[in-house]
């Protein structure tokens, strides 16, 4: 005979899940001692919330779902957050909770909401499990519906009556293969010639250009065409950054710098856009024309709306595009001349003696090697992270510009340091995100990561009090105190180090790398570049007020 848990960890390891992520509470305790006696790791995390980022980033770097426990109620409800974070980022992960037994009611009501009705808006499937006999096949659709475009998380609730049942065994279900079709012959040819017919083309790459499964086809895309290219905040590092035909990231959805190419493109050609990012450009009446080459249809929306669409795998429907206009765009590097411009405004200032943005991102990119992680937390720090961190690798700069959340920095930094104890890995973290899941500190240490947290201290919540004095409003209510970090982190057991000048910075940080261990590196921000740069010059670029 075997149990319900026993069937549950078997058909995640069917699976190939090797760790999960959460806390488990006293309605989970036979899939507890199954998972011990099995050969999957339990990663406690000290919040269910930070147990969520973390499951949601290792399907976001890997492919493949990440897998997150936690109890009924109120440990099942810490979830929300972190599901809407994989919904809107489009990143597989499984949510497993516990609930009161449902073949009797010995504790009435206790603890008991309905999570199930809870996580639907929240999820791509939200299920209870009521017998053992259909775990195998549940957990195999629930893999299956998680991966699949566009991927995000599923959740299954297993009450622990259930999880204890005893049974006779159940058959496994083996994972298989599903590949998605290439786009239609008729589509490719549609987008074709309307690209070779382009005076003034632009590639634009999304969020779901970055999946792992498509970053080499989509860099040679851009080779064989030659056509310069922007990126979103989530499709940064698809196609490296050096390149030469690299015109720029779009951190605002107007009036920056990079929107120059945009604004004199007469074709956008958009590549795994996904309108759950903060629009990159506006679309109107008076342009541009827009192919959409996505996994599924475009979401149509005030600001986007393509004239043509390019549906299939993502990266063999753009070796099937090249195909058909390669050596035949004329005008593919019509824009061009505007990219040296761009960049050099961008970097500008970027050696200043100064603690300012342009400053950190530039000192943190040269501490960086190419293959290294930066995981970003949602403030002020992430709009000029997006704007000035040349990217050369997918996948190695972690922002979420879909929900948006904080506190997600440090959890999200966490799973990479796990997936690649080899690379250098950093939370880029602001101090009001950075306490919101602090606590994981002790979880790294317990974990021997190697990872530096920098935390960017300006005792604010600084992106929101920017754009109240944008508006015009009195400076109120978004000021707080804080610990002193660097004994903060010691008492965790980490390293920390207070940077006092701005010439030190590199080598603390390059020290902090070089020590190993977890490391958090605290340092002030002179956050004065955000109406400078940010309003007053591109004020100027174009007559009209910053908007939101």
């Known amino acids: 005979m075997t149990k319900g848990s026993d069937l549950l960890v ?55 779902p990440g897998v997150c426990l936690t109890t009924l109620g109120p440990g099942a409800l ?20 516990g609930q009161k037994g449902i073949l009797s009611s010995r ?61 006779q065994p159940v058959p496994l279900i083996a994972p298989h293969a599903v590949e998605l079709p290439t786009a239609s012959d008729l589509s490719l040819e549609r987008a074709a010639s309307i690209i070779m017919a382009a005076k003034r083309p632009l590639l634009m790459f999304g969020a779901a250009a970055s999946r792992p499964r498509s970053t080499s086809d989509i860099a040679q895309f851009v080779l064989r065409t030659q056509i310069p290219f922007f990126t979103t905040q989530m499709g940064k590092g698809t196609v490296p950054g050096g390149t030469e035909l690299y015109m720029g990231t779009a951190a605002l959805s107007e009036r920056d710098y990079v929107h120059e190419a945009i604004e004199q493109a007469d074709l956008i050609v958009t590549i795994g856009h996904d309108t759950i990012e903060k629009p990159p450009f506006i679309m109107g009446a008076e342009g541009p024309n827009v192919v959409h080459v996505g996994y599924l249809p475009a979401t149509v929306e005030q600001v986007y709306f393509p004239q043509s669409e390019v549906i299939g795998d993502i990266g063999p429907s753009l070796k099937a595009l090249a195909d058909r206009i390669e050596g035949k765009l004329p005008n593919a590097q019509a824009l061009l ?69 904080m506190g997600a920095g440090l959890p999200s930094a966490m799973t990479a340091a796990m997936l690649y104890p080899e690379r250098r890995v950093m939370a880029v973290c602001g101090d009001g995100g950075f306490m919101m899941n602090s606590q994981e500190l002790e979880t790294a240490v ?32 978004m000021t ?22 701005i010439g030190q910075f590199k080598q603390v940080i390059a020290t902090a790398f070089a020590e190993g261990g977890v490391h958090l590196v605290n340092v002030p921000i002179d956050y004065s570049e955000n109406e400078r740069v940010l309003v007053k010059e591109l004020r100027e670029r174009l007559p009209a007020i910053l908007e939101s």
């Open 78 to 97: 810490n979830l929300s957050t972190g599901a809407a974070y994989a919904l809107l980022g489009a990143m597989p992960m499984i949510m497993i909770t």
């Open 337 to 405: 001349h505007l990219r040296e411009g761009i960049l050099s405004r961008i970097a500008a200032r970027a050696t200043e003696d100064r603690f300012t943005p342009q400053r950190l991102v530039h000192d943190v990119r040269e501490a960086m090697p190419h293959d290294g992680i930066l995981a970003l937390d949602n403030g002020m720090y992430k709009i000029w992270f997006a704007r000035n961190y040349r990217t050369r690798m997918a996948n190695t700069l972690l922002l979420d510009n879909a929900l948006a959340t």
């Open 10 to 64: 078997a058909a995640l390891e069917n699976e190939g899940v090797d760790r999960i992520f959460g806390i488990p509470g006293e309605e989970n305790l036979d899939v507890v001692e199954s998972i011990r006696k099995s050969s999957i790791q339990l990663v406690l995390t000290r919040h269910e919330q930070a147990a969520a980022f973390m499951a949601a980033t290792y399907g976001r770097l890997t492919g493949k």
């Open 480 to 501: 707080f105190g804080n610990p002193d970090f660097v004994k903060y982190a010691q008492s965790y057991g980490a390293q920390g180090t207070r940077v006092t000048e």
């Open 107 to 167: 504790q009435a009501r206790f603890q008991v909401v309905d999570v199930v009705a809870s996580m639907k808006p929240l999820t791509k499937l939200s299920r209870q499990i009521v017998s053992p006999q259909m775990i195998p096949t549940t957990v195999r659709e629930a893999f299956r519906i998680a991966q699949e475009e566009r991927p995000g998380p599923v959740h299954l609730e297993l009450p622990e009556d259930i999880a204890a049942e005893e049974c």
């Open 446 to 477: 317990r974990m021997k990561l190697n990872l530096v947290v920098l935390v960017i201290e300006d005792g604010a919540y600084g992106m929101i009090r920017w754009k109240q004095a944008v508006d015009e409003f009195p400076d109120f209510g």
